[in-house]
């Protein structure tokens, strides 16, 4: 699959429907539960710290599912909360929504990438089949037979998460990711990560996974230096 040149829409399709998913290898019990139970519910939380593999696993699936024949996904959507930074505001960053997002979604990308490969990534891209949807822009839209993952949930407000979880339409899974010690709000409470925490763990069809330091399948040294901001009772807030 990967010596040929992909230029549009319908071979890069077929090609993904021919890509062996199953090969997948889980590092940890962690991984295997949260990737199955997103096959399982319609809203999956994945909540944990960086380099448990939350964005590649999140980005497999979604992947596998619009690649699935027997599948209703018809198109992945990323969302992000664009959390500004030392005072630039993204309105006034140069070019598109793409061009402006861009440096947000490199990790979705980067991942996508090592699973479907760079041409099929951009074609799929270009047709819209994967788009990205910034957080601030979801209101008035539904999101109907759409594999949709909502990253850095931390940083989403109650308000904005309730306007996220309400977009979902009929035929679509929803995963909402995020890391809970890294919130980059004004205030910790602010988080709406941390409210659904506390409101929608009842509800049927709607799964929480926890990752904890244990999980880290980064650089050794990851997990330690995780740890170490934990017994300090470290937040950014």
């Known amino acids: ?29 962690a991984q295997k539960r949260f990737y199955k139970t997103i096959s399982d519910k319609d809203i999956t939380f994945g909540i944990g710290p960086a380099g448990c593999s939350k964005t590649y696993l999140s980005v497999h699936k979604a992947l596998r599912e619009l690649g699935d024949k027997n599948s209703p996904i018809d198109g992945i959507v990323i ?22 997002t861009a440096p947000f979604m ?9 699973i479907i490969g760079k041409q099929r990534l951009q074609v799929l891209k270009d047709s819209n ?6 957080l601030a822009f979801m209101r008035g839209i539904t999101l109907a037979n759409k594999f949709v993952i909502l990253d850095e949930a931390q940083n989403a407000t109650p308000e904005q998460m309730k306007m996220f979880l309400t977009r979902i339409g ?34 049927n069809g709607i799964t929480f996974t926890i990752f904890n330091s244990q999980d880290v399948v980064r650089h050794p040294l990851v997990r330690k230096i995780v740890d170490a901001y934990a017994k300090e009772n470290f937040s950014k807030n």
């Open 79 to 100: 969302v992000k909360p664009l959390v500004e930074a030392a005072g630039e505001k993204i309105g006034f960053l140069p070019g598109d929504v793409e061009e402006k």
């Open 129 to 134: 089949t994967i788009q990205v949807i910034p």
């Open 1 to 29: 699959l990967n010596n040929h040149n992909v230029s549009n829409k319908r071979q890069a399709m077929k090609d993904l429907k021919m890509l062996n998913f199953d090969e997948i290898q889980f590092k940890n019990p």
């Open 170 to 203: 009929f035929n679509s899974t929803a995963i909402i990711t995020g890391d809970d010690t890294q919130i980059d709000l004004p205030h910790r409470k602010d988080s709406g990560l941390l409210h659904v925490k506390k409101i929608l763990n009842e509800i």
């Open 106 to 114: 490199m990790s979705f990308y980067y991942n996508m990438e090592q």
